[in-house]
Nanobody, 122 residues
Framework: QVQLVESGGGLVQAGGSLRLSCAAS????????MAWFRQAPGKEREFVAT????????YYADSVKGRFTISRANAKNTVYLQMNSLKPEDTAVYYC???????????????WGQGTQVTVSS
């Protein structure tokens, strides 16, 4: 079993930055691909970014490409999402997830955190 806890969310003005963290316990993260998804009110949970277990492969949603960076520190059992140039449409609850491979679909991830709220004001 893997337990995931997100942190780092908050309120920020448009154009600002936030760094989200996802800390794991129970098992080492180094065996898993990790991802960030987000869910805005009234919308489906959507893919944001993913990173392979070794950190060598990353994929991003087109909407965040060039602004967000996913990274991991396996020695710390932690995954990060650096978010720059934030826009009001980035407002959502952000979830981290762990799975066997760096896919873009929710069904590919078996472990999920509880989420952290990110609100971007205009």
């Amino acid at each position: 079993q893997v337990q995931l806890v997100e942190s780092g969310g908050g309120l920020v003005q448009a154009g600002g930055s936030l760094r989200l963290s996802c800390a794991a316990s129970g098992r080492t993260l180094s065996s898993y691909a990790m991802a960030w998804f987000r869910q805005a009110p009234g919308k489906e949970r959507e893919f944001v970014a993913t990173v392979s277990w070794g950190g060598g492969r990353t994929y991003y949603a087109d909407s965040v490409k060039g602004r967000f960076t996913i990274s991991r520190a396996n020695a710390k059992n932690t995954v990060y999402l650096q978010m720059n140039s934030l826009k009001p449409e980035d407002t959502a609850v952000y979830y981290c997830a762990a799975g066997p491979s760096p896919g873009t679909r929710k069904i590919e991830y078996g472990y999920w955190g509880q989420g952290t709220q990110v609100t971007v004001s205009s």
